[in-house]
């Protein structure tokens, strides 16, 4: 298995701290091409840039994440705007809202994901969507805010298949991860089936949501063979089409020649 793509990933995560390096090898080793890392407040952003800096196959998406929105300071923005401009950063994300942890207030959450669909808009880079327990009102901005004019990724897709048809027709990819693989995972694994192939997308979100049989461990980049082997079997389809068809996707949606 070669040319996998990982479209999200934290390997900047203090989980990693003790064997980054060979997390990475092991990653090269198990067929990954090329990395997506993840920077989403103002202590991983910095650190995803020195990832994206010191390796050739990792690319950074750069975003402020919902849980954090209360943080957000003046200028914080401003300076994520200006990074989009590295030719490394390719999307504006994990953006969205999360209903789920009571950390920001929802007003927040939604301001903040606003302005930050305005800098994608103004950048022309796509974003990627946090959603956890916010489907109707994740649709409803990225609708009002015509976020179909960039488009994106529905990161790590729980949502049913009603809401993945509305964000299909904006424009957005549908990334599937670990839980698609537990053996209770029914409604992510219809959702897969119906999802066209050229929508699709793999990723680990690495070190949460290891897959099976590795669940409620820390999750690493190696591991989205696993996701891709049960995108193959639900498909129908052999696990190196599944490969290229979601690997040339990512390469589109996210602009990299």
Partial sequence: MTGLIDTH????????????????????????ELLFNVGFN????????????????IYGIIGWHPTDSVDLKEG??????????????????EIGLDYYWDT???????????????????????????????????????REENAAEVG???????????????????????SFGGPVTFKNARVPKEVLAQVPLDRLLLETDSPYLAPHPHRGKRNESSFVTLVAETAAEIKGRTVDEIVSITSANARKCF???
């Fill in 255 to 257: 602009h990299i020649s």
């Fill in 9 to 32: 990933t934290h390997l900047d995560s203090t989980k990693f701290d003790n064997d980054r390096d060979e997390v990475i090898a092991r990653a090269r080793e198990a067929g990954v």
């Fill in 76 to 93: 914080d923005l401003d300076w994520i705007e200006s990074l989009m401009t590295h030719p490394k950063v390719i999307a504006l994300g």
């Fill in 104 to 142: 920001s207030p929802k007003d927040v959450q939604q301001r903040v994901f606003r302005e930050q669909i305005a800098i994608a808009k103004r950048t022309r880079k796509p974003i990627v969507i946090h959603n956890r327990d916010a489907h109707e009102d994740v649709v409803r901005i990225l």
């Fill in 42 to 57: 103002r202590e991983t952003i910095p650190t995803t840039m020195e990832l994206v800096e010191k390796y050739p196959f």
């Fill in 152 to 174: 994106g990724v529905m990161h790590c897709y729980s949502g049913s298949w009603e809401t993945a048809k509305k964000c299909l027709d904006m424009n957005f990819y549908i």
